[in-house]
């Protein structure tokens, strides 16, 4: 025998092996499909004496969402990244302590960049501050938020949603 035709052999049956191991494969895998119980037929003459009243469902348990502490700061200072890739908004929580919280929303338009976003944002937190608190522009980036005497409580400002991609705000220590 050449040299050829010994080899050919082994190659042969591996190959066959190959074929037949894809095709049984899927048959193997193919599982008869679970048969559905038909609903029981009630005959209409035959009613029941008493009838029993439906139990409901068991509930299931309720996930609380974990409290997020509520921080009051004298002094907050907001930084504003980036520029706005698409129309979009920033909303906050402006709580001072002891008093309900209000929303305040911020819309940008698309391109806008840092330093009128960041404007916008302090346009909107004076108004939804009031005039106890001094709102500041403090460079291109940055919002500070002071309360103007000892007599006005200290305020939490907590980032609700951002819909504006390409931008970043963070909040914290002023």
């Given amino acids: 025998m050449t040299k050829y035709a010994e080899n050919t052999h082994p190659v042969f049956a591996i190959l066959v092996l190959v074929v037949v ?57 907001i930084t504003i990244n980036g520029r706005a890739e698409m129309n979009g908004y920033i909303e906050l929580i402006v709580q001072p302590d002891n008093e309900d919280p209000t929303k305040v929303r911020a819309n940008i338009v698309a391109k806008t960049k840092t330093k009128k976003i960041t404007k916008e944002l302090v346009s909107q937190l004076v108004f939804g501050l009031g005039d106890r608190y001094k709102v500041k522009q403090t460079g291109d ?34």
Avoid: H
């Fill in 21 to 77: 191991a894809a095709v049984a494969a899927p048959v193997c895998a193919q599982e008869e499909p679970t048969p559905v119980p038909e609903p029981a037929q009630e005959d209409p003459a035959a009613k029941p004496e008493a009838t029993e009243p439906a139990t409901e469902p068991a509930a299931e348990p309720e996930i609380k969402e974990a409290d997020v502490p509520i921080v009051y700061r004298d002094k907050t200072q």
């Fill in 141 to 174: 980036k940055t919002i500070m938020v002071k309360r103007k005497n000892r007599k006005v409580p200290p305020v939490s400002i907590s980032l609700m949603t951002q819909n504006l991609a390409g931008v970043s705000v963070m909040i914290g220590q002023g």
